[in-house]
């Protein structure tokens, strides 16, 4: 793109395995697209890590035998280990071995190089594909450049080629060499259309430098017209840097460029959420949600499940509805349970529990359920407003759907039961939490026996404390002191010398 510098294939890394014209190819001449290599690097800072099969279960015996020799053996050795083993290799053992070779990469290739006598040098191109990305994450890249001319000896190039090689040279801060193997991909065979260039542009912006693939892109973009995966792609590299302003220019030239498409979905879901971390987040989404809902243009479901998770964290119940009024109500979007969770516990927040309860009961409408978390949230906050009938309802309606409430709601729900003489349904919280607790019981289990004896319920006071004492929960002693008083006053004494005598042996 305005340069005429050629591609060197001998930079400064090499590998003492990089002849890879052994003999004479008799390769598949197909180019049927195959999937991207599959990388087993993870990154860590700059120090690549590799996945291997000491971390993969359930691999084939044959598999993990020659992962084994090729992870312990020298590069030099190996090929000789290898014959002795007299194993016989599939195509699809070949990929799975490459896969998790990655940490040694000398080894492999010989293993590669190996395996192609037995297959009379028909490795797949998902094969010849692994080596590439292999040497490439090990920055081996004159033999990856080797290995790649002969892949075009024998036709079996494609952009998942160039994908790996692309995403190699970022990983190393090689920035200019990508863009370089973009400009001579195709003397390989591989056309550098726009396929290509979001190719190119997607790996610079998933290593975390986006401004490298818009300055490119205005380069770029004199020969090779964007399309709405360009800007989408730049656009997600700026949410993932959390770079508001670069969005904000990336959207106008998109704008621009490609004029407002309401199948653009991708773009503005990643636009609007890029725009809620900024400093005055949900005021400039609601700003140019506005500007788009006028073209008939909306973000995706990821974007309205951030912006209200992001409500409830502000309390902004109005954004919330706007939102929600005009992705759901008007254009039919169908939320989930968690976006509906978001919406409950936004109203409970602002003590509008009664529209909290309209979005439970319309949930299961929109092909929504609630779950645990539902039930806890307005439940938690049906507690705290002392709503005790309300409570009642949702405590028998969230365990009959086995949803069971929090340790905390728990014992907030006996105490408020107990607080407003409600006996019977403290007594179901308390069974339903001895039931799916096993700790931490003991200070509502002492509240619940105090709260019978004082609303003169002795008769149950004692059953539950013999059940605590059963069950290992601690009994105080003055809950102990206080049963004794009642019990005394009624003449059963002798109840509580039982119940003492069993405290005692516990």
């Not at 039931?435 to 539950?464: I, Q």
Request: charged share 25%; net charge neutral.
């Amino acid at each position: 793109m305005g340069r005429d510098k050629k591609r060197s294939h001998r930079d400064d890394s090499s590998s003492s395995s990089s002849n890879f014209d052994h003999r004479k190819k008799h390769h598949s001449s197909s180019t049927t697209a195959n999937p991207p290599p599959i990388s087993s690097q993870q990154r860590t800072g700059k120090h690549p890590t590799f996945v291997s099969h000491l971390e993969t279960p359930n691999l084939h015996p044959k598999v993990k035998l020659l992962c084994e020799i090729i992870a312990n053996t020298h590069s030099l050795s190996v090929e000789n280990v290898l014959d002795d083993t007299g194993i016989r290799v599939s195509q699809e053992d070949v990929e799975q071995v490459l896969k998790l070779s990655y940490g040694f990469p000398g080894p492999a290739v010989k293993f590669f190089r190996w395996s192609g006598f037995q297959l009379n040098d028909k490795h797949s191109p998902y094969a010849w594909n692994l080596v590439v990305d292999l040497l490439g994450k090990n920055c081996l890249f004159d033999a990856m450049w080797d290995a790649i001319k002969s892949m075009k000896k024998g036709g079996l190039i494609s952009l998942a080629t160039f994908a790996s090689v692309f995403s190699s040279y970022v990983a190393v801060d090689r920035v200019e060499d990508a863009i370089m193997t973009f400009e001579v991909m195709d003397q390989y065979g591989c056309p550098p259309d726009i396929v290509a260039l979001n190719s190119l542009l997607s790996a610079i912006c998933r290593d975390g430098k986006t401004a490298k693939a818009r300055e490119f892109l205005r380069i770029a973009k004199d020969k090779i017209r964007p399309d709405a995966d360009t800007y989408a792609i730049l656009l997600e590299g700026c949410e993932n840097e959390r770079d508001v302003v670069s969005a904000r220019q990336t959207f106008s030239e998109m704008v621009v460029e490609m004029g407002w498409d309401p199948k653009n979905v991708p773009a503005y879901d990643t636009f609007l959420t890029t725009l809620l971390k900024g400093p005055d987040g949900m005021r400039e989404v609601l700003k140019f949600f506005d500007s788009m809902k006028e073209r008939r243009c909306y973000p995706g479901m990821n974007f309205l499940k951030v912006a209200l998770e992001e409500c409830v964290r502000t309390g902004d119940a109005k954004g919330a509805w706007l939102l929600w009024e005009s992705m759901v109500g008007r254009i039919g979007f169908r939320p989930d349970t968690p976006m509906y969770n978001s919406m409950i516990a936004l109203h409970c927040y602002v003590k509008e529990t009664d529209v909290a309860r309209r979005f439970l009961d319309e949930m299961v409408f929109h092909g929504a359920f609630p779950d645990t978390q539902t039930y806890n949230v307005y439940f938690q906050f049906l507690i705290k407003s002392k709503k005790v009938r309300d409570a009642s309802v949702v405590f028998t309606e969230m365990t009959k759907n086995e949803c069971v409430p929090s340790h905390a709601n728990c014992s907030s729900a006996v105490k408020m039961f107990m607080d407003h003489g409600d006996a019977y349904m403290a007594i179901k919280v308390w069974k339903c939490m001895i039931d799916s607790y096993h700790s931490d019981l003991d200070e509502t289990g002492n509240l619940l026996v105090m709260g019978l004896r004082d609303t003169n319920r002795v008769p149950e006071a004692v059953k539950y404390a013999e059940d605590m004492i059963d069950r290992g929960i601690k009994l105080n002693s003055s809950t102990l002191s206080k049963l004794k008083q009642s019990l005394s006053k009624l003449g059963k004494g002798y109840v509580y010398d039982e119940l003492l005598r069993k405290w005692k042996a516990r």
